[in-house]
């Protein structure tokens, strides 16, 4: 059986934080999702999107059972998730990013005082794409954590503000904060009509995040991301390399394989 292929980041590996971004690299899926893909709305099998998502859950220490993903619109609305609240439910409520913060009587506080480093994580949050970006984010302060689905939709939406604002607020400032942007679709395809541009420079008013050196405008959205990151105050980013599109062997990409693409997730646990 193959082992999942999973990225991650440095800065968030030094910290001890749990967390990963998923490859099509590892799972159970076949035909156009091939291999690990986490999402049954695009018509895989649900019994292998449950076998993918317990697969990478164990490849980075989470319980299956405690992670929690939402249902992505492409705005701006964060979800804080408690211990209590039902993954289930949680999946249906509307949301692009999700946060979690280590709670004084829930499960995951039992989990690290009584655990070590072989005791699977409670609570994780993630986000499922297929050429938008991901993104992960933890503060020191609080060691609270977040997850983000940000397209150009939500990068103009200001999901990434947000979901940084539920953090920074419980933290009292971001300077606690790092954040690892994922695998999203390059500046080498991300081609974008004039209408998305403006939208994009309306938010974002910066010229370096569009190529205009081809035919037609290209976006480059983990650019953008960085931008309001920095603009936040988070203290250190990190880029975790890839362009969907490019990469068939370990990405999924909506702009390359269509509606029936996989898609990816993104997860970063309490400790
Ligand atoms: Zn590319």
Known sequence: MAEPLVLKSELLTARGVRHGFSTRIGGVSEGPFATLNVAVGPGDRAEAVEENLRRFTAAIGVERGGLYQTSQVHGADV?????????????????????????????????????????AAHLAVGVRTADCVPILVHDQVTGGVAAIHAGWRGVVSGVVSAAVAQ???????????????????????????????????????????????????????????????????????????GCTRCDAERFYSHRRDGARSGRLLAAIAVS
Do not use: N, Y
């Open 79 to 119: 979800r804080v998730v408690e211990p209590s609240d039902d993954p289930a439910a949680v999946l249906h409520e509307r949301a692009d990013a999700l946060a979690a913060f280590p709670s004084s009587r829930g499960p995951s506080s039992r989990g690290a005082s009584s655990g070590g480093p072989s005791t």
């Open 167 to 241: 953090l920074a607020i419980r933290a009292r400032g971001s300077k606690g904060l790092v954040a690892a942007i994922g695998p999203c679709i390059g500046p080498c395809c991300f081609e974008i009509g004039d209408e998305v541009v403006g939208a994009l420079l309306g938010s974002v008013p910066d010229e370096s995040i569009i190529l205009r050196d081809r035919e037609r405008p290209h976006a480059d959205l983990r650019r953008a991301v960085r931008l309001q990151l920095g603009a936040l105050g988070v203290s250190e980013v990190e880029d975790v390399p």
